[in-house]
């Protein structure tokens, strides 16, 4: 029993090499991917050039939301 055992934990043991070198494969795959992506694009612009260096223009959230929101949180009883 010991045996079979020791075979089936080789056996996972090379499986778990096998996948941990797909993934570093793919994440090599990517970083490649993205620096030839950063290279053939040029740099986007910054929202200050994009004002022309007005900071008095409302510049944009992420999300939609103006720049300081915080939403109202309202306290519920269940």
Do not use: C, W
Request: net charge negative; proline share 6%; glycine share 6%.
């Amino acid at each position: 029993m010991q045996e079979s055992m020791k075979a089936d934990i080789d056996q996972l043991k090379t499986q778990m090499g096998q996948m941990f070198e797909m993934m570093v494969a793919l994440k090599d795959a990517v970083i490649v991917r993205n620096e030839e992506a950063q290279s053939s694009h040029p740099p986007l612009l910054q929202h200050s050039n994009l004002n022309g260096g007005n900071r008095n223009t409302r510049e944009s959230h992420p999300y939609g939301m103006p720049l300081n929101y915080e939403p109202v949180y309202e306290e519920y009883e269940e």
